[in-house]
């Protein structure tokens, strides 16, 4: 009987042994070779009556898996193979893929809105972060004892307190307008910085972006048509409202709200349910600062807007802490590699 045969061939699987690799190679010639016994065990097959045809087959079967697992039993405990694999490498490949960095989220959203606004003619300009007392303050018309101005928010650098890190943008604002005259419309990204707890929410150092356009008959119509304008190109959306407020520097002054919506339980979150969300201060540049900056408030007028980065970052691409813009995790910034 042909399965009496193979349960004879199994148990001679089963039992062979060896260490020798020539040997081990014969076994496996024997049963696997062109004309090994699994070949003519198969050639046999056909002359099988149908009914036994399926047990025949499991048992030939059963013998080549034992067959070939034996072999590779025995060929694993065999001594190593000796050729060097260093020798294989393809020295001719290049190095291709390698990891390229990511823009960072932050400086992503600071390129988007410098490009929303050169398309309007601004153009950008840039200040220290090291500031002085008067470029930051006093000459935004901050009054003495403004709150401001308090340890409290302000990390001074000299005990005289006159030099500081920049609690703002606004800064760049009257650097520019001292050295130019109206016509201007400048954008001014950087970082500040504010004596702040750390939190998922706020951070004592941060980034701003600020806009300024001075030139003759500038309105607060002009002010509302431009922010509309930008929050439509960055969000795509183009609902806002002005909320008054105060600003030193600004007479009158608002705050912009964006209507974000309230589709998603997420949009209900951020804008605690209102479906509005507070982004930009603004105002009609105050008489007394573009005084002190030697510009003629009765020929010249213009606003000034300004926004902090993070919060754009974080709305726009869900970043729940405020946090993981600093910690330089490379899984938090690689996820930013196909931004441009
Ligand atoms: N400097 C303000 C701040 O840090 C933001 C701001 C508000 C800037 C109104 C402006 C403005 O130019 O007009 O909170």
Redo the contacts with the bound molecule.
């Keep these: 009987m042909i399965i009496e045969q193979i349960k004879t061939h199994l148990k001679d699987v089963n039992d062979f042994q060896s260490t020798e690799s020539q040997e081990i190679q014969n076994f496996r010639q024997n049963y696997l070779g062109k004309k090994g016994i699994l070949n003519s065990l198969f050639a046999s097959f056909r002359d099988i009556p149908n009914e036994e045809k399926k047990e025949v087959g499991k048992w030939i079967n059963d013998l080549k898996v034992a067959v070939n697992e034996k072999v590779d039993s025995l060929q694993n405990s065999v001594a190593p193979k000796t050729s060097n694999t260093k020798n294989d490498e393809d020295l001719s490949k290049t190095p291709f893929p390698f990891p390229v960095g990511a823009r960072h989220p932050i400086n992503i959203v600071i390129d988007k809105i410098n490009t929303i606004f050169s398309r309007i003619g601004y153009s950008v300009v840039e200040g220290p972060e090291i500031e002085d007392d008067w470029h930051n303050f006093t000459a935004l018309n901050f009054t003495e004892n403004h709150p401001a101005r308090d340890m409290q928010d302000t990390f001074f650098v000299e005990k005289d307190m006159n030099s500081l890190l920049r609690?703002?943008t606004?800064s760049v604002?009257i650097r520019h307008m001292k050295d130019n005259q109206p016509p201007m419309r400048i954008l001014s990204p950087g970082r500040v910085f504010r004596n702040e707890a750390i939190s998922a929410r706020s951070h004592c150092i941060f980034h701003?972006i600020?806009?300024l356009y001075i030139d003759k008959n500038v309105s607060f119509a002009d002010l509302k048509n431009t922010l509309q304008y930008f929050t439509k190109a960055l969000f795509g959306k183009s609902k806002i409202r002005l909320r008054p407020s105060y600003?030193p520097?600004?007479e009158p002054?608002a705050e912009v709200d964006v209507y974000w919506g309230l589709e998603t339980e997420t949009d209900y979150k951020i804008t605690k349910g209102t479906g509005w969300l507070e982004i930009i201060?603004?105002?009609m540049v105050d008489p007394n600062v573009l005084e002190n900056c030697n510009i003629d408030p009765d020929k010249y007028s213009g606003f000034?807007?300004?926004m902090g980065i993070e919060r754009i970052a974080m709305l726009l691409y869900q970043i729940p802490d405020i946090r993981m813009f600093y910690e330089n995790d490379i899984r938090f910034l690689k996820q930013f590699s196909t931004e441009v």
């Design positions: 609690t703002h606004s604002q701003q600020e806009g600003f520097f600004t002054s201060g603004c105002g000034a807007f300004g």
